[in-house]
């Protein structure tokens, strides 16, 4: 019903459409999305996962295990820039993903989002309120609001900060940094890192990856 919705508010025809590729890490969800393109728009959704064309070499111990969003990410950036790169996706959980000289998916590190771990500290101490996403100007906090915010955020970025440093180390090589996701915006402009901000990167991987499979 949303999807019908959405195209009816937006005036688009369902004969408007050429294709349709999903990327999602939620199996009931993708599930409910490719049954309600096939029931709406009559197309055959091409669905990020094993058997699919990515173009990107996966050299983790099981390549069927790295989720949909994070090799899409990955591709897209391999098509941007020269590697060594380390990508950096923040949305419900903070991932950093490396890729070699060759331009090979060769693992990453995942931490919990900073809404997730905002939403623990908030919900689990009854004397904590919910709080913005805004660096203070200070790291020692002087009231529980600022002394919040210099944990979460500040934490956050050193530890982006920090694992850049260590991610560099083991790859033994300078590598561009790529970010996107919902609250990229917020962190990195405070990273002492050169990090490059892509808000729309996994929608230009599924464009490749779609293309690459029509081909």
């Not at 890192?193 to 499979?213: A, C, F, M, S, V």
Request: aromatic share 4%; with cysteine; proline share 3%.
């Amino acid at each position: 019903m949303e999807l019908y919705s959405l195209i009816r508010v937006m005036g688009i025809h369902r004969d408007d459409f050429d294709g349709c590729i999903i990327s999602s890490v939620v199996p009931f969800v993708t599930e409910r999305i490719d049954t309600a393109v096939r029931d709406i728009l009559g197309i055959e959704p091409m669905i990020v996962g094993p058997g699919i064309k990515t173009g990107i070499n996966i050299r983790i111990d099981d390549p069927s295990t790295m989720g949909a969003d994070l090799v899409t990410a990955c591709v897209a950036a391999n098509a941007i820039s020269e590697a060594p790169m380390i990508v950096i996706s923040m949305g419900t959980a903070t991932v950093l993903c490396a890729i070699d000289r060759q331009k090979s998916l060769i693992g990453c590190a995942i931490a919990p989002g900073l809404a997730v771990s905002l939403e623990a500290l908030t919900k689990n101490t009854a004397l904590l309120q919910s709080v913005a996403f805004q660096a203070p100007d200070t790291v020692i906090g002087k009231n529980s609001d600022k002394s919040i915010r210099s944990g979460v955020v500040w934490g956050a970025v050193c530890m982006i900060d920090g694992m850049i440093d260590r991610m560099q180390e083991e790859m033994g090589a300078e590598c561009r940094v790529i970010a996107t996701g919902g609250l990229s915006k917020k962190i990195i402009r405070y990273c002492k890192h050169d990090i490059e901000i892509r808000e729309n990167l996994i929608l230009e991987g599924l464009r490749l990856i779609y293309e690459r499979n029509q081909r």
